[in-house]
């Protein structure tokens, strides 16, 4: 599903960008890492939602600890 129409960005790519990356995930690395940026803006909710829906795999992969190194690498531990 497109969830930016001023980028053509699907969930998909948003998501393996998230998964490729190493930097803290946030909406402006979302756009940074896919060489664009937001336009009209209508997109940052759904690519918010889609990047707290990633920080939370993250913690459950880890036990909720902080302590590993996606967290670190996400900005997430304690
Ligand atoms: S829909 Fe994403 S910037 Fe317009």
Redesign the pocket.
């Known amino acids: 599903m497109i969830v ?4 053509v960005l699907s969930d998909r790519d948003v998501r393996e960008t998230l998964h490729s990356r190493s930097d803290r995930p946030s909406v402006a690395s979302v756009f940074r890492n896919m060489g664009c940026e ?6 940052v909710r759904s690519i918010v939602s889609i990047v707290d829906q990633h920080a939370a795999a993250r913690l459950d992969e880890c036990g909720g600890s902080g302590d590993c190194d996606s967290c670190r690498a996400d900005g997430l531990a304690a």
């Open positions: 930016c129409s001023c980028n937001a336009k009209c803006g209508r997109c």
